[in-house]
T-cell receptor, first 113, second 113 residues
Framework: EDQVTQSPEALRLQEGESSSLNCSYT??????LFWYRQDPGKGPEFLFT???AGEEKEKERLKATLTKKESFLHITAPKPEDSATYLC??????????????FGQGTILTVHP | DTEVTQTPKHLVMGMTNKKSLKCEQH?????MYWYKQKAKKPPELMFV???????INESVPSRFSPECPNSSLLNLHLHALQPEDSALYLC????????????FGSGTQLSVL
């Protein structure tokens, strides 16, 4: 069974204090790993897709990296507007779960001014 | 247009009511999804439509009835719901079923009294 575990559950940072969010996964043949951002009462917003170990993607203050067992979302010099829940999801490439997204529980990020 | 539009944004209904949630996209996507999200939990897949045909039903109770009238529209008909069905209902679309990038709507916050 595909599994995604995110840590920490919640993270409080001061503005400008860089940190990383972790996403550990177990999946039968990874097709892709996805990062989404979700604001309260809104739908998830797509951030990145990573396909293979060693791949990196960047967008503004965010950088996502991927290994064979986990992904990190690095946040450099965060601002209060980066406060949100960050969801990690994996897409399996084989078996009965082909194409289905499995989400982690999310990390609630709060950035204080 | 890269939006998925959901209506209504909020819905309060009694356990004997019948109501419908609506979702619309004009990106030419041929896969559309319904997800259910409880507070502080990740989205859970309910249904997938591919080319207007039901492709996946994740063992959802029959009090939830999906409908895909055409490639741009997706409905979720609700009848005889229970208070535990209260949640944020999210619609999403992608180019094809199994495509990695989902576009989510803002959701309908449903309360069942």
């Amino acid at each position: 069974e595909d599994q995604v575990t995110q840590s920490p559950e919640a993270l409080r940072l001061q503005e400008g204090e860089s940190s990383s969010l972790n996403c550990s996964y177990t999946v039968s043949g990874l097709r892709g790993l996805f990062w989404y951002r979700q604001d309260p009462g809104k739908g998830p917003e797509f951030l990145f897709t990573l396909y293979s170990a060693g791949e990196e993607k960047e967008k503004e203050r965010l950088k996502a990296t991927l290994t064979k067992k986990e992904s990190f979302l690095h946040i450099t010099a965060p601002k209060p507007e980066d406060s949100a829940t960050y969801l990690c999801a994996v897409q399996a490439g084989g078996g009965t779960s082909y194409g289905k997204l499995t989400f982690g529980q999310g990390t609630i990020l709060t950035v204080h001014p | 247009d890269t939006e998925v539009t959901q209506t209504p944004k909020h819905l309060v209904m009694g356990m004997t009511n019948k109501k419908s949630l609506k979702c619309e996209q004009h990106m030419g996507h041929r896969a559309m999804y319904w997800y259910k999200q409880k507070a502080k939990k990740p989205p859970e897949l309910m249904f997938v439509y591919s080319y207007e045909k039901l492709s996946i039903n994740e063992s959802v109770p029959s009090r939830f009835s999906p409908e895909c009238p055409n490639s741009s529209l997706l409905n979720l008909h609700l009848h005889a719901l229970q208070p535990e069905d209260s949640a944020l209902y999210l619609c999403a679309s992608s180019h094809r079923e199994g495509d990695e990038k989902l576009f989510f709507g803002s959701g309908t916050q449903l309360s069942v009294l």
